[in-house]
């Protein structure tokens, strides 16, 4: 049909990292702040995505979302990734990260709602008591969610074969050959940065930054309900990070990282292997290489014509 093509060239033109990226972050700020960052214009225009909030609108986008996935899987290259026993997970984390995120924000837009006319969190409303007994409650309500989670396992093993390849060959490696999923946002990382620094400095700066948040983050609010205007700025930090850096790496990593770690659309089949890529360097490499060669050039240039010296 000619408007599935269309929308699947629209999706793939979309689908460029450049282009991803920019629409991620611009979407992330404008549902996060809806009217509430920017000049007044930018505040109208994004004003009336505070409506995603509402449980009604929010579950015609995910029913509009989940069509399309739906519908996208009738494509054969489509469902050949999507449905590989190690990336359905990573499909569902997609959808399972978007709705919790949803309510988490749209719980603590509430509680904000309720402390503007004076009314206590809703949290606080619900437990009544703030005793709650280890049994039954807490232990009845842990064995429930082991029993059904079980099941759920069970059912998966049965008619999702498990991901296992043959014996590695050093004659014959996988291409392409991907990390698990939760280190393809470092893999993805190693196409824009140098070994060092997307392997060593990044990770590492990671892991200070969660060991420093104790001792940055001393607001007391927040704790054991949900908010958003008494934390406003440590919240957006933590999803910028999680969401549009982390997942969005693992997404592109997953789903659009074909052979020779080349871009490919979501409805692109992957037998088609592309041209590789030109060769680069990086900068820390031929910086100095660049330096020393102009700085040698100066030299000889100054000794021999002082007057019409190029300018390098």
């Not at 054969?76 to 999507?82: E, K």
């Not at 029993?147 to 396992?153: G, M």
């Not at 049965?158 to 498990?162: G, V």
């Not at 296992?164 to 490696?173: S, W």
């Given at each position: 049909m000619?408007?599935?093509?269309?929308?699947k060239?629209l999706?793939?033109?979309?689908?460029?990292?450049?282009?991803?990226?920019?629409i991620?972050?611009?979407?992330?700020?404008?549902?996060?702040?809806?009217?509430?960052?920017?000049?007044a214009?930018?505040?109208r225009?994004?004003?009336?995505?505070?409506?995603?909030?509402?449980?009604?609108v929010?579950?015609?986008?995910?029913?509009?979302?989940g069509?399309l996935?739906?519908?996208s899987?009738?494509d054969?290259?489509?469902?050949?990734?999507?449905g590989?026993?190690?990336?359905?997970?990573i499909a569902?984390?997609?959808?399972?990260?978007?709705?919790?995120?949803w309510?988490?924000?749209?719980?603590?837009?509430?509680?904000?709602a309720?402390?503007?006319?004076g009314?206590p969190?809703?949290?606080k409303?619900?437990?009544?008591d703030p005793?709650v007994?280890?049994?039954?409650?807490?232990?009845y309500?842990?064995?429930l969610?082991m029993?059904?989670?079980?099941?759920?396992?069970i059912?998966?093993s049965?008619?999702?074969?498990?991901p296992?390849?043959?014996?590695?060959?050093?004659?014959?490696?996988p291409?392409?050959?991907?990390?698990p999923w939760y280190?393809?946002?470092?893999?993805?990382?190693?196409?824009?940065?140098?070994?060092?620094?997307?392997?060593?400095?990044?990770?590492?700066?990671?892991i200070l930054?969660?060991?420093a948040?104790?001792?940055?983050d001393?607001?007391p609010?927040?704790?054991?309900?949900?908010?958003?205007?008494?934390?406003k700025?440590?919240?957006?930090?933590?999803?910028?990070g999680?969401?549009?850096?982390?997942?969005w790496?693992?997404?592109?990593?997953?789903?659009?990282?074909?052979p020779?770690?080349?871009i490919?659309?979501?409805?692109?089949?992957?037998?088609?292997?592309?041209?590789?890529?030109?060769r680069t360097?990086s900068?820390?490499t031929?910086?100095?290489?660049?330096?020393?060669?102009?700085?040698?050039?100066?030299?000889r240039c100054s000794?021999s014509r002082?007057?019409?010296?190029?300018?390098?």
């Open positions: 000619p408007v599935l093509e269309g929308l060239h999706v793939n033109w979309l689908s460029q990292p450049s282009y991803f990226f920019l991620t972050v611009v979407v992330f700020f404008a549902v996060v702040f809806p009217g509430e960052m920017g000049p214009w930018l505040r225009l994004s004003g009336p995505l505070v409506a995603v909030y509402r449980p009604k929010a579950a015609l986008v995910f029913a509009a979302l069509l996935f739906f519908l899987c009738f054969a290259n489509f469902s050949l990734i999507v590989k026993p190690d990336n359905v997970p569902a984390m997609i959808f399972l990260v978007a709705f919790f995120v309510l988490a924000l749209h719980q603590a837009r509430g509680n904000d309720r402390a503007a006319v009314r969190p809703l949290e409303e619900e437990s009544g005793k007994m280890v049994w039954p409650d807490l232990v309500t842990e064995f969610c029993i059904l989670w079980t099941i759920f396992l059912l998966w049965i008619f999702l074969k498990a296992i390849e043959e014996p590695a060959n050093p004659a014959k490696t291409n392409p050959s991907k990390a280190f393809l946002g470092l893999q993805e990382m190693l196409v824009y940065y140098d070994p060092w620094i997307a392997g060593v400095l990044l990770p590492g700066l990671i930054g969660l060991c948040i104790p001792y940055i001393k607001n609010k927040g704790n054991g309900y949900y908010c958003f205007k008494d934390r700025w440590e919240i957006t930090i933590f999803l910028f999680f969401v549009v850096l982390w997942v790496l693992i997404i592109i990593g997953t789903f659009l990282r074909g020779n770690w080349d490919y659309w979501p409805w692109e089949s992957w037998l088609i292997h592309k041209a590789p890529p030109p360097c900068a820390p031929i910086l100095p290489t660049i330096i020393a060669c102009s700085g040698w050039t100066s030299m000794a002082p007057i019409n010296c190029p300018t390098i």
